[in-house]
T-cell receptor, first 113, second 115 residues
């Protein structure tokens, strides 16, 4: 069974204090790994798709990386508006539900001014 | 705005009643997904359509749940004889089939409260 584990569950940072969020996965065959941002009471907002180990993608203060076992979301010099829950999800080659995403529980990030 | 839309945004119902939610995907997207999310958890896959065909159902989708996408455009999710455990955010996502994978774009969700 596909598993996605995110850590830490919650993270509180000062504005400008860089850090990384972790997503470790155990799957039978990875087709893609996705990062989403979710604000309270809203649907997830797409950030990145990563396909293969070694791949990196950047958007503003965010950078996502992928290895064969985990992905990191690096946040550089965060601002209070970066506060949100960050979700990691995988799409795999496993049978049954292979096209539906399997999500982790998310990391709740708070950036204090 | 041409994103995914869902209606209603909030629904409060009594246990045992039937409810129906609607999802309008991004217009050119051929795939439509339904997920359920409870507090403190990530979304859980329920089912998905490619055009009008329902291709996959999760074990989470009990017999009380039914989904349709009659013309390959909008979709409805009906829950019959609601239970308190059905209280959750119901999310819809749409995508365009890609070569290796497809990026799913989510709507704002419908929050269901069963009293």
């Amino acid at each position: 069974e596909d598993q996605v584990t995110q850590s830490p569950e919650a993270l509180r940072l000062q504005e400008g204090e860089s850090s990384s969020l972790n997503c470790s996965y155990t799957v039978s065959g990875l087709r893609g790994l996705f990062w989403y941002r979710q604000d309270p009471g809203k649907g997830p907002e797409f950030l990145f798709t990563l396909y293969s180990a070694g791949e990196e993608k950047e958007k503003e203060r965010l950078k996502a990386t992928l290895t064969k076992k985990e992905s990191f979301l690096h946040i550089t010099a965060p601002k209070p508006e970066d506060s949100a829950t960050y979700l990691c999800a995988v799409q795999t080659n496993s049978g049954g539900g292979a096209d539906g995403l399997t999500f982790g529980k998310g990391t709740h990030l708070i950036i204090q001014p | 705005d041409t994103g995914v839309s869902q209606d209603p945004r909030h629904k409060i119902t009594k246990r045992g009643q039937n409810v129906t939610f609607r999802c309008d995907p991004i217009s050119e997207h051929n795939r439509l997904y339904w997920y359920r999310q409870t507090l403190g958890q990530g979304p859980e896959f329920l089912t998905y359509f490619q055009n009008e065909a329902q291709l996959e159902k999760s074990r989470l989708l009990s017999d009380r749940f039914s989904a349709e996408r009659p013309k390959g455009s909008f979709s409805t999710l009906e829950i019959q004889r609601t239970e308190q455990g059905d209280s959750a955010m119901y999310l819809c996502a749409s995508s365009l089939t890609g070569r290796y994978t497809d990026t799913q774009y989510f709507g704002p969700g419908t929050r269901l409260t069963v009293l």
